[in-house]
């Protein structure tokens, strides 16, 4: 048995190493653009605080709401958030005393488009 017939028992077909692209890739301006969010989602807390503040209702949160979940100083709450807001994935709206988070579908659903293999209309979902 050949190698190519090998892996394609194993494997599946095999997939030829000049298959046209069904899509654009991302351009080196995308990439740098696209490498600051991944960054800004890439610390623990911070996916934690996106992930809280797309898990309520609308999207949207008040900082009251985030600040008593983690063990950490009001001012290290407030860095992340910050960090959120510069990459674009979060927008911050003062209502009185209290800030109000909200994310930015948009900005998401370009992050996923992104990961996403061509052709794939559904993303699986993670198991906890």
Do not use: N
């Not at 190493?17 to 960054?39: D, G, M, T, W, Y």
């Not at 994935?89 to 988070?101: A, C, D, K, P, S």
């Amino acid at each position: 048995m050949s190698k190519q017939e090998r892996a394609s028992a194993t494997f599946g077909p095999v997939v030829g190493c000049c298959e046209p692209l069904v899509r654009e890739p991302l351009s080196a301006e995308q990439s740098v653009e696209l490498s600051r969010v991944f960054k800004a989602m890439g610390d623990p807390v911070r996916l934690r605080l996106l992930s809280l503040i797309a898990s309520h209702v609308g999207g949207e949160a008040c900082v009251c709401d985030l600040t008593d979940v983690f063990d950490l100083s009001g001012p290290t709450i407030s860095h992340h958030l910050k960090v959120l807001r510069e990459a674009g994935l979060i927008t911050g709206e003062r209502r009185g005393t209290w800030v109000y988070y909200r994310v930015r579908p948009d900005l998401l659903a370009q992050v996923s488009a992104v990961l996403a293999p061509a052709g794939c209309d559904e993303l699986p979902v993670l198991d906890a």
